[in-house]
């Protein structure tokens, strides 16, 4: 990449699923201080044009099912210096076969950064912007990693401590299976990945089996559901004594699910994660055999806040209530390109620079942290507001319910109707779900429709495609 002439900081998109070429290019890119972009292998050639333009890329490496969709954009792009397919063998070997191995000679820099875009549920990506430094003080917060503070620290702990083996079931187009794999890389240990193109539960247990995984990463019920269907249908078909750890992030994880989940696997340790692309690491809830966080509550972080809905203040660290969710440094640097919104989203509070991504959470008189949903996904009915994430979790809940979306649809008396996406089993009975919504959410909260599906649609991270939730909706 330097010898194509890319230098310090300018932008190499990918564009795969799971290979291993993607963590190859990623830590290239490490070395080399260029920045690397995630691209969504589920966009369309237009939305590829769009983030490369955006970020002004000078190189993009994908895989060769992709070649149509990148075809028509590299005409459209003269600034790309290298565009390289990464599984037709020549062209890519051919790269990582050239030059010697020895040191660059160059000096890198807590500077240096990567771009995660992100879609979001309306609007065009944006990139949000991570300095290395931040980004791995923020790795270093994870309760699976041993803190360190200089290299030499770092360097005592991968040699005394055994080497992790970490099993990314999410995409590495999202920021969640990159870190985990860069960060389990890092101490010395090992990334397994699935090379399904569709989440397939026993490919995991084959692939945990097989690499002696330490510990899974998942996105929520969507992941964590099929998975115990599988151990369930096979028992003892699979060698699971060196897991430890199955974590999620950026999706509900629930409380019949991780029980399940315990039951079949006692000696695991079950971690949510709280965090956003902006900012990590929020909060976390253990699951084991002896303990568990209420469902539905968090332990915040060190660095978590809650900031007064009008921003006007950081709220008390033992004030009990709602605010908008918040950490402190370190966290993103902000979105590429958009001051506007990167002053949004990243606010001087009382003198201090504080990350507000949007969420609005509820601190208990206990010191948990209550999830409530995020602004961007409120839902204005009748001149009440409804979080749609907080109707889907009660909805999951429900007995005969496997998964859930809720979407708002313009309506001539309430201005927008709650309307619920969901997928059912063979034991579902809508009245018995209405009863049991009634016990858990205002009536206005009620979805005015529940519409059945084979499945809600989501994205290949498992987080909801809240865009084709309504237009499923509009066809219905």
């Given at each position: 990449m330097i010898a194509a002439g890319l230098n310090a900081g300018d932008r190499v998109a990918i564009l795969a699923r799971n290979a291993t070429e993607y963590l190859e290019i990623v830590a290239a890119t490490y070395k080399a201080r260029l920045a690397w972009v995630n691209l969504n292998y589920r966009y369309t050639s237009a939305e590829i044009e769009y983030v490369l333009k955006d970020c002004d890329a000078r190189a993009i490496f994908y895989q060769k099912e992709f070649a149509t969709t990148v075809a028509p954009v590299v005409s459209a792009l003269p600034r790309l210096a290298m565009v390289v397919p990464i599984d037709e063998g020549r062209d890519y070997d051919a790269l990582t076969g050239e030059g010697h191995s020895g040191p660059l000679g160059i000096e890198r820099s807590p500077e240096d950064s990567y771009f995660l875009y992100t879609g979001g549920t309306t609007g065009m990506p944006k990139g949000v912007v991570w300095r290395m430094g931040d980004a791995r003080a923020v790795q270093l917060e994870s309760p699976t990693l041993k803190p360190v503070a200089t290299l030499?620290?770092?360097?005592?702990?991968?040699?005394?401590a055994p080497a992790g083996r970490v099993l990314p079931a999410c995409p590495l187009m999202h920021g969640a299976g990159t870190n985990s794999s860069i960060g389990e890389?890092?101490?010395?240990?090992t990334a397994i990945l699935l090379t399904g193109k569709g989440f397939d539960a026993e490919e995991l247990w084959d692939a945990a089996e097989r690499g002696k995984a330490t510990r899974i990463l998942i996105v929520g019920d969507v992941f964590a559901r099929p998975m115990v269907e599988a151990l369930r249908a096979h028992p003892g078909r699979w060698n699971l004594s060196c897991l430890k750890v199955i974590s999620s992030a950026g999706l509900m994880w629930?409380?019949?699910?991780?029980?399940a989940l315990i039951e079949l696997l006692p000696e695991v340790t079950l971690i949510d994660i709280l965090g956003a692309s902006e900012a990590s690491n929020l909060g976390f809830a253990f699951t084991t055999a002896t303990r568990s966080t209420p469902t539905g509550l968090f332990e915040p972080s060190a660095a978590t806040v809650l900031v007064a809905p009008d921003y006007s203040r950081i709220l008390d660290k033992?004030?009990?209530?709602?605010?908008?969710?918040?950490?402190?440094?370190p966290f993103a640097l902000g979105y590429f390109g958009d001051p506007a919104k990167?002053?949004?989203?990243?606010?001087d509070i009382g003198g201090e620079l504080i990350a507000v991504p949007g969420d609005l959470a509820e601190r208990t008189p206990e010191g948990w942290l209550r999830l409530i949903g995020r602004d961007s996904m409120v839902i204005n009915t009748g001149g009440e507001k409804v979080f749609a994430e907080e109707v889907e979790e009660a909805l999951k809940r429900a007995p005969g319910v496997i998964d859930a979306l809720v979407v708002g649809v313009p309506d001539e008396k309430w201005g927008k109707a709650v309307v619920a996406l969901v997928q059912t089993g063979t034991n579902f009975d809508e009245a018995a779900v209405r009863?049991?919504?009634?016990?858990?959410?205002?009536?206005?909260?009620?979805?005015?429709?529940?519409l059945r599906f084979d499945a809600v649609p989501r994205h290949a991270s498992g987080k909801?495609?809240?865009?084709r939730a309504a237009a499923m909706v509009a066809e219905a």
């Open positions: 030499e620290e770092h360097l005592a702990a991968v040699s005394n890389l890092l101490n010395g240990g629930s409380k019949e699910v991780k029980a033992d004030e009990a209530g709602p605010g908008l969710l918040g950490r402190r440094l990167t002053a949004a989203t990243f606010r009863e049991r919504l009634l016990n858990e959410l205002a009536p206005y909260k009620l979805p005015k429709r529940i909801g495609d809240y865009r």
